[in-house]
């Protein structure tokens, strides 16, 4: 599932942020092998975004994909805002000019609250727009601190076809140094999908690593791979390099 690897990316980048204000530049590039006759997916993104304190940031991006021999690019912007001592408001949206695979435009927010000293409770909704359907999607998540690892577990649902599909997440992470961590994660259950063209609600079940390991101040390195089977259609196993520049 691109959107776990994705998410758990994420989320060990924010929770390993500068204590001084810091802009990073990221490139990435991901290769995915399908099953059957189709052809590898490649996705190369380029994004940079700026911390101004621990939990104030904002960034942009832009990503261009080849799936099911159709080229696209998407464009991607975020922001993440304090609004209490404990209570933290995210923002994004993304488009694509062409919206033959991805969604034409998508917006979702999430809230994140720590209700005690490392537990942290997260919820989030989102509506993307493709060519042939609405996707409205809802996130719980429940996260716990201990020592240099975290554990979250999550439930999403998606709404579309005048259908609900859920699916569920476990993810755990080791930061082994301030700035530096990996993690793991497992899913399963229904997601929307858009195969060759045609949005559809599929079973799902993956598995990922990622990780991000910083050699000094300035440079760091991001990985991930993951292994999705999307219902009778493919499997797909993915590795995705990237390289950031901090300043």
Request: aromatic content about 10%; charged content about 15%.
């Amino acid at each position: 599932m691109k959107a776990a690897t994705l998410a758990t990316l994420a989320a060990l980048a924010c929770s390993a942020l500068p204590a001084a204000a810091q802009t990073t530049i990221g490139i990435n590039h991901g290769i995915d092998h399908l099953s059957g006759p189709a052809a590898n997916w490649h996705e190369t993104s380029l994004s940079v975004r700026h911390q101004a304190a621990p939990r104030l940031g904002f960034g942009a991006g832009v990503t261009r994909i080849e799936r099911f021999g159709i080229g696209e690019t998407q464009f991607s912007a975020g922001a993440d805002m304090p609004l209490s001592g404990r209570l933290t408001a995210s923002v994004d949206g993304n488009f694509s000019s062409e919206h033959r695979i991805l969604a034409r435009r998508a917006l979702g927010a999430t809230l994140q609250y720590e209700f005690a000293k490392g537990w942290l409770v997260h919820g989030g909704g989102r509506s993307s727009s493709y060519n042939d359907v609405h996707v409205n999607q809802s996130l719980l998540m429940l996260e716990r601190y201990v020592g240099s690892y975290s554990f979250s577990g999550a439930w999403r649902a998606a709404r579309a076809f005048g259908t609900t599909a859920h699916s569920a997440e476990l993810r755990g992470s080791y930061y082994y140094n301030d700035r530096s961590a990996v993690g793991l994660s497992v899913a399963v259950g229904k997601e929307a999908a858009n195969i060759a063209g045609t949005t559809r609600l599929t079973s799902v079940q993956s598995a990922a690593l990622v990780g991000r390991h910083w050699f000094d101040q300035r440079w760091a390195v991001t990985y991930a791979l993951a292994s999705t089977r999307q219902g009778d259609f493919y499997v797909r196993n993915g590795v995705n390099l990237g390289l950031q520049a901090a300043f």
